[in-house]
């Protein structure tokens, strides 16, 4: 999983205020909202993406917010202030 954390802390070390994100393929097209933007972690660059994020789930790191299909997560407060501490 130390590939998944550290891209997730890049990403929020980019954009703090950013909780959300979606997973899926790169051969998927998802059409946002420009005025909300999310994070997005794909299969090709994580192999058992899926059962990271039930672990980091487990572990209430995360927490799912489908609403559509496509699968959307958020990272709690928690774990957004651990991923933006000193490696």
């Known amino acids: 999983m130390p590939s998944l954390v550290a891209e997730m802390r890049e ?3 980019r954009s703090p205020f950013i909780r959300e994100f ?3 393929s790169k051969n998927w097209t998802y059409n946002g909202d420009p005025d909300n933007p999310i994070f997005s972690y794909y299969f090709e660059d994580h192999i058992n ?3 990271m994020l039930k672990v980091m ?3 209430n790191a995360i927490i ?3 609403h ?3 699968d959307r997560f ?3 407060e928690d774990f957004a202030e ?3 501490l000193p490696v």
């Open 64 to 66: 799912e917010t489908t």
């Open 11 to 13: 990403d929020i070390g």
């Open 22 to 24: 979606i997973v899926g």
């Open 57 to 59: 789930e487990n572990y």
């Open 68 to 70: 559509n299909n496509s």
């Open 82 to 84: 651990y991923l933006t």
């Open 74 to 76: 958020e990272f709690t």
């Open 49 to 51: 993406l899926k059962p």
